[in-house]
T-cell receptor, first 115, second 113 residues
Framework: EADIYQTPRYLVIGTGKKITLECSQT?????MYWYQQDPGMELHLIHY???????EKGDLSSESTVSRIRTEHFPLTLESARPSHTSQYLC??????????????FGPGTRLTVL | AQSVTQPDIHITVSEGASLELRCNYS??????LFWYVQSPGQGLQLLLK??????LVQGIKGFEAEFKRSQSSFNLRKPSVHWSDAAEYFC???????????FGAGTRLTVKP
């Protein structure tokens, strides 16, 4: 059973606000990911991490930033939200660096609406 | 880089009918292949995966998929669909020991009573 959590599940905020989307996993996974998903579209990788103090940008350019201070925690921050940031954000984690199995486990997602 | 194509955006089947969702991938080496399901408002749940060995893999909820290297395909099948199978289905291709997993655009399944 995968244990990966995201909060909040839904967030409606005004333009210009700073927000942080939380993601935590209890599986001890080294690798963590953030995807952005729009309706009817594929998932786009926006950030990933191989472990503590490791963060990289994904394929899709994003104005968000991430941090990885603890293995289990991978928050995503938007300093100044805009309507173009309206989307669903999915957090995932997978395996450990020593293993090749890259099956990803997903959290329930945060649906963000910026007015 | 690898890529995934799911040709069908939306499929409607009657409850009890068989189902096949198509997935084609592009990758130069042997890929790792996955099928995920996403219910409304939820994250993705893994249905099954193929790494090596038997090309017919069994998953949860009665789903199976067959890897066909010659056709670069990994189609998902279920012999008898249940109303609870209505959801979005994503095919994904990954690389061993690499974070670079690519997802298809998804196929939305509607189940008619």
């Amino acid at each position: 059973e995968a244990d990966i959590y995201q909060t909040p599940r839904y967030l409606v905020i005004g333009t210009g606000k700073k927000i942080t989307l939380e993601c935590s996993q209890t599986m001890g996974h080294d690798k963590m990911y953030w995807y952005q998903q729009d309706p009817g579209m594929e998932l786009h990788l926006i950030h990933y991490s191989y472990g503590v103090n490791s963060t990289e940008k994904g394929d899709l350019s994003s104005e968000s930033t991430v941090s990885r201070i603890r293995t289990e925690h991978f928050p995503l921050t938007l300093e100044s939200a805009r309507p173009s940031h309206t989307s669903q954000y999915l957090c995932a984690s997978s395996g450990n660096l020593a293993g090749g199995d890259n099956e990803q486990f997903f959290g329930p997602g945060t649906r963000l609406t910026v007015l | 880089a690898q890529s995934v194509t799911q040709p069908d955006i939306h499929i409607t089947v009657s409850e009890g009918a068989s189902l096949e969702l198509r997935c084609n991938y592009s990758y130069g080496a042997t890929p790792y292949l996955f099928w995920y399901v996403q219910s409304p408002g939820q994250g993705l749940q893994l249905l099954l995966k193929y790494f090596s060995g038997d090309t017919l893999v069994q998953g949860i909820k009665g789903f199976e998929a067959e890897f066909k290297r010659s056709q670069s395909s990994f189609n998902l099948r279920k012999p008898s669909v249940h109303w609870s199978d209505a959801a979005e289905y994503f095919c994904a291709v990954g690389v061993y020991n690499n974070n670079d997993m690519r997802f298809g655009a998804g196929t939305r399944l509607t189940v008619k009573p």
